[in-house]
């Protein structure tokens, strides 16, 4: 007995070793009571406020009642209720709108950014107008229902994978790396543009439809992302002011697809965030001495 308690006096104290050291006298799994003095709870639960989640909501109300509005256009456009000389001449102040918006809230203004600005559009209405006789004939041989089915899908794809947040988003001039999620939500709707105007009677429906639709899912983002960098009240003013013209278009155009989005908007704007307040109660979160080493670079030039 003596000769084991000089054993246990003699054996070094535990420590920890990384990456599958050993420490004689103690097994590999060994630790003593030291080592959840570092456990850390909920170190990285960021507490949610209601309000700042309703905040940030809106982007994607905002952007669900810009495909709203194209929609209806399409709808529009599709039953002759509006002829190409009305929507090309929208599709021309739509464009004026939205340049001149981009040019108010981008900093600093310079004569170069211009010349960019009128070049990139010049080179995109005149490939576009080249093109629509192509789009004019593209699906004669597919028969309608499939086509609808087709559109429906593509836009709810488009919806499903499109960039709310705006983090591949960049003011002109800035480097961009889009996703893959991004880059197929912009296709999808950039199809389901192509399907749609294939269905007009002359190429140059096919035209306006197309530049409208384009300028929208091509544009819009940008021009609502230097809006909101530019005034969050401005921001919010405009999202208000875009969910009043699509409940109002919808309305008009029928009960049901009013009711619809209306529950989106409810839905997305009071209910998500409440639900994502609530469930954060339940949120739980340990660290401590077991995770992962995070490697930290300090790169200096």
């Known amino acids: 007995m003596k000769g084991v308690g000089n054993q246990i006096r003699c054996q070094p104290k535990w420590r920890k070793v990384a990456y599958g050291g050993r420490q004689p006298g103690y097994d590999d799994n060994h630790t003593d009571g030291s080592f959840l003095e570092e456990m850390v709870m909920n170190a990285n639960v960021v507490k949610r406020d209601f309000l700042k989640v309703m905040i940030d909501s809106v982007s994607i109300s905002q952007y669900l009642c810009i495909v709203a509005l194209v929609v209806s256009t399409w709808t529009h456009t599709l039953n002759l209720a509006i002829d190409e000389i009305t929507l090309l ?24 950014l211009l010349w960019k600005y ?34 429906v899908f593509l836009l709810l794809v488009h919806l499903f994978l499109h960039d709310y947040s705006g983090s591949t988003i960049r003011p002109p001039g800035a480097l961009n790396n889009p996703k893959l999620t991004s880059n197929i939500s912009l296709n999808a709707s950039i199809v389901a543009s192509v399907l749609v105007a294939s269905r007009l009677p002359s190429w140059l429906h096919v035209f306006v439809i197309m530049l409208f639709s384009l300028q929208v899912f091509l544009f819009a983002p940008l021009v609502t992302f230097c809006i909101k960098k530019y ?25 049901m697809l009013f009711i619809l989005l209306l ?39």
């Open 263 to 301: 529950a989106l908007l409810i839905f997305i704007s009071l209910v998500c965030p409440y639900w994502l307040i609530r469930i954060q109660e339940y949120k739980f979160e340990i660290n401590g001495p077991w995770d992962e080493a995070k490697l930290c670079f300090d790169i200096t030039e």
């Open 89 to 112: 001449k929208f599709d021309i102040g739509l464009l004026l709108v939205g340049f001149s918006v981009l040019l108010l809230t981008t900093s600093p203004f310079s004569l170069k």
């Open 231 to 255: 005034s969050c009240r401005l921001h919010l003013l405009f999202s208000f002011a875009l969910m009043v013209m699509a409940l109002s278009v919808t309305y008009q155009l029928h009960r």
């Open 118 to 151: 009128v070049l990139n559009i010049s080179f995109f209405t005149s490939g576009l107008y080249v093109l629509a006789p192509i789009c004019h004939t593209l699906t004669r041989s597919i028969c309608s229902d499939s086509i609808w089915a087709l559109i």
